[in-house]
T-cell receptor, first 109, second 116 residues
């Protein structure tokens, strides 16, 4: 079976840094994606990792360790608009995306 | 370049009626995916289609649900004889290449189905 775990909820303060973890156990692996989803809206693509290491994109960075089945999304200089759910998804070769349950991030003033 | 389009955005049906959800992929994308999201839950894969072909329907309930992606026109997710448990947000995504590649899926705004 496929299993992806993320913390259910996190809270952080405006201007701070937050790290959202994702662990996965899947039958295949063709890359790991992070999406942001505001309440009532569509998920929007944030980042993609297929090789081990850190990918940086402005205030957002994503890290992958394939041997550990582990990824994290790092958000810096948090803004109120970053309050959203963050979805970790694994692309499985020959199949599809398997999504984690999502982490709901609340940014407080 | 328009994004993925879905309609209707909101759909209300009574138990036993049929629901038809439409999805037009991004221009140049020939791969379409349907997902269901229950309140406070993650996205669950339902079906993956290419033009005129169902590639993977492993997440689709065996009864009452069907999907198509004709040569011309949008992809359709059809739910027959809806029940209250079908109430959810249904998202469509599209990609340029098959999921065997490293291609991102882009999501539409979703259709929120409410069954009374």
């Amino acid at each position: 079976g496929q299993n992806i775990d993320q913390p259910t909820e996190m809270t952080a303060t405006e201007g701070a840094i937050v790290q959202i973890n994702c662990t996965y156990q899947t039958s295949g692996f063709n890359g790991l994606f992070w999406y942001q989803q505001h309440a009532g809206e569509a998920p929007t693509f944030l980042s993609y990792n297929v090789l081990d290491g850190l990918e940086e994109k402005g205030r957002f960075s994503s890290f992958l360790s394939r041997s550990k089945g582990y990824s994290y999304l790092l958000l810096k200089e948090l803004q109120m608009k970053d309050s959203a759910s963050y979805l970790c998804a694994v692309s499985i070769y020959g199949q599809n995306f398997v999504f984690g349950p999502g982490t709901r991030l609340s940014v407080l003033p | 370049n328009a994004g993925v389009m879905q309609n209707p955005r909101h759909l209300v049906r009574r138990r036993g009626q049929e629901a038809r959800l439409r999805c037009s992929p991004m221009k140049g994308h020939s791969h379409v995916y349907w997902y269901r999201q229950l309140p406070e839950e993650g996205l669950k894969f339902m079906v993956y289609l290419q033009k005129e072909n169902i590639i993977d329907e492993s997440g689709m309930p065996k009864e009452r649900f069907s999907a198509e992606f004709p040569k011309e026109g949008p992809s359709i997710l059809r739910i027959q004889q809806v029940v209250r448990g079908d109430s959810a947000a249904y998202f469509c995504a599209s990609s340029e290449r098959a999921p065997t590649g490293t291609d991102t899926q882009y999501f539409g705004p979703g259709t929120r189905l409410t069954v009374l």
